[in-house]
């Protein structure tokens, strides 16, 4: 699987595994769990009876695993690091820029319309990734998947994508 | 109904001399099913006018060729860059994309290909001819007996994560809550939607979808090169016509497995709400739980392959019989497919049999001719499609994530739902580095609301008695079905651990 | 989400930008827009809680299609489906500009039904509705393989055992419509939602529930038989030949129940700032229901002319007061809470 395929591509480190970041998952699950009977305490038996069946067997799950990690930490098998989650450490930036652009992209898109936004992302996220370098070509990239994602998308098939100023001046025109 | 042989040749002869629409059809239809948050259902409203405009006859063929090879086109990004087209390619994923990782993504093409073509021909024939008995099943698969067959697709989180079960069924059960997000069925008491209005109606499934798949791929594939590993990458590149033509062998090798796992998606997508992903995860379920070798799932193995590629278009033949003979559609393209005929004043139900028999079994001619044609057009294209995989991911992954995004926008034309994929593709990210199964998530997400449907409604109409599960002759059959295929595999595990450990008495970590 | 707001001051700068860059754009806007004096001046919004593509995108559709010709402006409309309703209504009393260029266009039945289960966001008498669009009354139907060939063999039954009925939602007027008939008649009828009018229809047919309850018009096909309706009278006896009249029968004494009734609805306060926009609004609306053009645009979209019928401000607010009374009657039914 694809998971595996990951891990067995990132060389393997000696020593006790990090096991830290296998937990996010869970305590995530955990909290979503606490959270999700908060809002079920009061209401009709039907509400309640999947959720709790499903959340307990998830909780006593969860339990499994921290003592399970937590035996490994003690025999010194394993430690409470963060391990693959952030590994390649050189991508943390790359990454972290990666994400913030997307939030940029929905946050304007619902403005700006897909195809003037499309562009811009599709533009700065390939330099980002790219170090900057071919700019030519990233620019001729962005430019043919936005004009083209408008074309079928919008003019032929007439979607439900964002629309925006671009959308709407090209309205007037076609 | 008699079954008339001459009037299914004719038929046949007819639906051949509509190749002008079905060829255009078929393109469409893999462009759409291609991209996550289209679908034939959507895609047949926005052509609406169009097809409202056609003779009926030849809307009708429009449709169902458009229906069909929306299925096959959602295997084809499932099976390269890791993301289903739609929710019934889910489990295809799961043994396509390493294949293709392994620089086999022509081989996985040919494969899907194959098994979709094959497996919707063979329904879509059996569905003709035995549509008569066939069309009963949706008056014996109740509630009672759903819960069961839901309960078959999500004991594939269980098999799924065989390496580390644990951490498996840790997945599949938080899916199974972020699935329980939203109103129950019964007094639509909102539950666990942190005030959003915009998840009262559960999760909606294509940003769950996009998000787990597509976007936290996008995120973590940056770090290399392209998506193939090195070995991958040499093979690609020394790839010709050779490579497709692999495939066909190696899937038409897997004959008796394409056959019976379609039949499991003709039978469930008869029943009218259950739908493709049910039947890709029974399939592949059933496919593993039977297999010789288990353990290759997962790693790019054939069977895991063939079985939701041809279980999933065993469905789409599946979904017109309850139209056809009932009057109620077993799905929403079939739904669309209902108004459409009703629009130009055809009535489907079992009148239509014995007033337009062209029209009724026309439809399934017009799928039939649809894979036939299809295979003829689609199978030269693997070698150029399977391409896309060596595109650096400096290019792939923005362009995956603004696409898939927009994607998950359409449905419902929500801001909220890009957000809500994006969220989606945070926990599939971490999910993936930490060792945890983006799939078995997904199952949860997808079959815990249907189960708790399903199960309440059982519930509700037993007045409360939980025994009701127990209560139906079919269901039980199926119960010890499930425990069969639950233990069995266990105990041949252990038989095949105890024959190794004899033979190996070192035994070294695969 | 389409920002309304946003969109119309973006086309009115476009439509701007356009006229100043001369002929094309020009020549393609109305006439009325040079003088730009009465109300509307742009293309008025409507919000509609339901998806694009079902029976309100098509009612909309046929209705303001011929409305436009008297507003001599585009009507727009916007979908926001989820939570029966409750999103596009929070959307509208959110987002909406009370300027009456905003209206919604709902189900009042089980919409306001929404309200008696769970409150919404914003104060109820915030917004009401001022023209009714069509009244599709509930309907008792059974599969035509059913052993019940008439209402009182059902009736009959229930009084043996407890008969399961399939209704799209517990929180519906024909939900209430099967609870009125059980509470007067003696029958145990046990509701069985099931998530809309296409799920119950199978349901019905499948025979997985005894019988159903819907709005008239969503059944009226081969394979099922009518068998009551809630109303005065059988607006299509042709099509529903079995169905009795329950108030007649069983001697209910109540308004009819109708179970679909669209209708358009505005916010208060944009009736109060400006009355003279609203009164054109009404005046104008008025007019399609005699349009010849309209009856032709309903048949198109193949719905029986029969359940069109125009209802004004007042009517709406009695059948709201009614069906929420009714609710409140059943409270405890819907929302599965014992206090009331």
């Known amino acids: 699987m694809a998971d595996d395929e990951q891990s067995t591509d990132n060389p393997k480190p000696s020593g006790p595994k990090p096991l830290g970041g296998e937990l996010i998952l869970p305590i995530s699950g955990l909290l979503f769990t606490i959270y999700y009977f908060t809002t079920i305490i009061d209401v009709p038996w039907t509400a309640q009876v999947s959720a709790f069946f499903v959340g307990t067997i998830l909780i006593g799950l969860i339990a499994a695993l921290i003592i399970r990690t937590s035996l490994r930490v ?43 936004t499309t562009f811009f992302f599709l533009l700065f996220a390939m330099l980002l990734l790219s170090d900057g370098k071919k700019k030519g070509l990233i620019f001729g990239i962005s430019l043919a998947l936005s004009i083209g994602g408008y074309l079928l998308f919008i003019l032929a098939f007439n979607t439900r994508f964002p629309r925006g100023p671009v959308e709407t001046l090209l309205k007037d025109v076609f | ?33 291609a991209i996550p948050g289209f679908s034939a259902a959507n895609t047949i409203i926005i052509l609406l006018p169009m097809t409202l405009a056609m003779e009926p006859e030849i809307g009708l063929i429009f449709m169902v060729a458009l229906y069909a090879s929306s299925r096959m086109g959602a295997g084809i990004p499932a099976i390269l860059v890791n993301i289903p087209g739609t929710a019934g390619a889910a489990a295809t994923p799961l043994d396509g994309y390493p294949m293709t990782k392994q620089g086999r993504a022509q081989q996985a093409l040919a494969i899907s290909f194959v098994a979709s073509v ?15 008995w066939l069309s009963q099943v949706a008056y014996h698969l109740h509630s009672v007996e759903m819960i069961v067959i839901m309960l078959f697709g999500i004991s594939l989180i269980a098999t799924i994560a065989a390496k580390d079960t644990l951490k498996g069924l840790i997945a599949g059960f938080f899916g199974l809550m972020i699935g329980y997000i939203g109103a129950d069925v019964v007094y639509e008491t909102p539950r666990g939607t942190f005030g959003f209005l915009e998840l009262y109606d559960k999760v909606p499934l294509i940003p769950a979808l996009v998000g787990l798949f597509a976007v936290s791929e996008a995120f973590a594939v940056i770090e ?36 019976w796992t379609s039949i499991i998606g003709l039978v469930i997508g008869i029943v009218p709400g259950a739908g493709a992903a049910i039947a890709s995860f029974v399939a592949y379920q059933q496919s593993k739980t039977f297999s010789k070798t288990p353990e290759l799932y997962g790693t790019g193995h054939l069977d895991g392959l063939v079985a939701p590629e041809s279980a999933n278009n065993g469905v789409t033949s599946g979904t017109l019989i309850p139209l056809l003979v009932i009057g109620v559609p077993g799905g929403a393209t079939a739904a669309i497919m209902a108004v459409v005929l009703q629009y130009h004043g055809v009535t489907v139900g079992p009148d239509l049999f014995e007033n337009q028999p062209e029209l009724a079994f026309g439809a399934f001619t017009a799928m039939a001719v649809t894979y036939a044609i299809m295979i003829l057009t689609v199978l030269p294209l693997a070698r150029y499609m399977s391409k896309i995989t060596v595109v650096s991911t400096t290019y792939m992954a923005p362009i995956i994530i603004s696409f898939t995004l927009v994607g998950a926008f359409v449905p419902r034309a929500y801001v909220f739902d890009m957000y809500l994929a994006l969220a989606f593709g945070v926990i599939g990210y971490v999910a993936r580095k930490t060792g945890y199964h983006v799939a078995a998530i997904l199952i949860g997400v997808i079959l815990g609301p249907l189960l708790e449907n399903y199960f309440l409604r059982a519930l509700r109409i037993s007045e409360g008695d939980v025994l009701v599960i127990f209560s139906s002759g079919i269901g039980n059959i199926l119960w010890i079905l ?6 069995v595999p266990m105990y041949l595990d252990k038989r095949r651990q105890r024959q190794r450990e004899q033979a190996l008495p070192t035994t070294t970590d695969c | 989400m389409t920002d309304y707001e946003n969109d119309v001051s973006r086309r009115l700068f476009l439509k701007g930008a356009g006229a100043t860059a001369g002929a094309g754009a020009l020549s393609m806007l109305p006439i009325q827009m040079a003088f730009a004096a009465a109300f509307p001046e742009q293309n008025i919004q409507v919000f509609v809680p339901t998806r694009a593509g079902g029976g309100a995108d098509r009612n909309l559709r046929a209705f303001t299609g011929v409305w436009k010709k008297y507003v001599k402006q585009n009507f727009e409309a916007g979908f926001y489906p989820g939570a029966a309703g409750r999103v596009g209504y929070e959307t509208y009393m959110g987002k909406a500009k009370a300027d009456c260029y905003n209206l919604i266009f709902g189900n009042m039945g089980p919409e306001v039904l929404n309200w008696v289960v769970k409150k919404p966001t914003f104060p109820l008498d915030s917004y009401f509705y001022f023209a009714q669009v069509d009244a599709d009354p509930a309907c008792v139907f059974v599969s035509s393989k059913s052993k019940f060939k008439h209402i009182d063999d059902i009736i009959a039954e229930g009084k043996k055992r407890t008969l399961t009925v399939g209704t799209s939602r517990l929180a519906h007027p024909a939900s209430l419509g099967a609870l009125v008939l059980a509470q007067k008649t003696g029958a145990r009828f046990n509701l069985i939602p099931l998530s809309g009018g296409r799920n119950t229809r199978g349901g019905v047919t499948t025979g997985e529930v005894d019988f159903g309850v819907l709005p008239a018009s969503s059944v009226l096909r081969k394979k099922i038989k009518v068998l009551a309706l809630f109303d005065d009278k059988n607006p299509l006896p042709k099509r529903m030949p079995d169905a009795v009249l329950t108030n007649d029968h069983f001697k209910l004494g109540l308004p009819p129940l109708i179970a679909g009734a669209r209708a358009f609805g505005i916010k208060k306060e944009a009736v109060e700032k400006y009355p003279e926009r609203f009164k054109v609004l009404t005046d104008t609306l008025q007019k399609v229901y005699t349009d010849p053009a309209y009856k032709k645009a309903v048949v198109k979209t193949k719905a029986p002319w029969e359940f069109i019928k125009y209802g004004n401000a007042e009517d709406c607010a009695k059948y709201v007061k009614y069906v929420t009374d009714l609710g409140q009657d059943y409270r405890s039914l819907l929302t599965g809470k014992k206090k009331t």
Do not use: C, N
């Open chain 2, 1 to 33: 109904m008699e079954i008339d042989w001459g009037l299914f040749g004719e038929l046949f002869a007819r639906t051949f001399s509509f190749w002008w629409v079905i060829l255009p059809a078929i393109l469409l239809g893999l462009i759409v099913g």
């Open chain 1, 74 to 116: 003690k025999r010194g098998e394993a430690t409470l690091g963060l391990g693959p989650l952030f590994a390649p450490k050189a991508y943390i930036p790359k990454r972290l820029a990666l994400l913030g652009l997307t939030l940029a992209y929905i946050f304007f898109i619902q403005w700006g319309g897909f195809t003037i």
């Open chain 2, 224 to 259: 290399g090169e392209s998506i193939l590993t090195k070995r991958g990458m040499a093979a690609m590149q020394k790839a010709g016509w050779k490579e497709t033509w692999e495939g066909v062998t190696m899937a038409m090798s897997r004959w008796w497995h394409i056959i």
């Open chain 2, 482 to 487: 499930l425990i069969i295929s639950l233990f």
């Open chain 2, 118 to 132: 094959f497996g919707g021909l063979l329904t879509t024939l059996i569905a003709l001819v035995a549509m008569p």
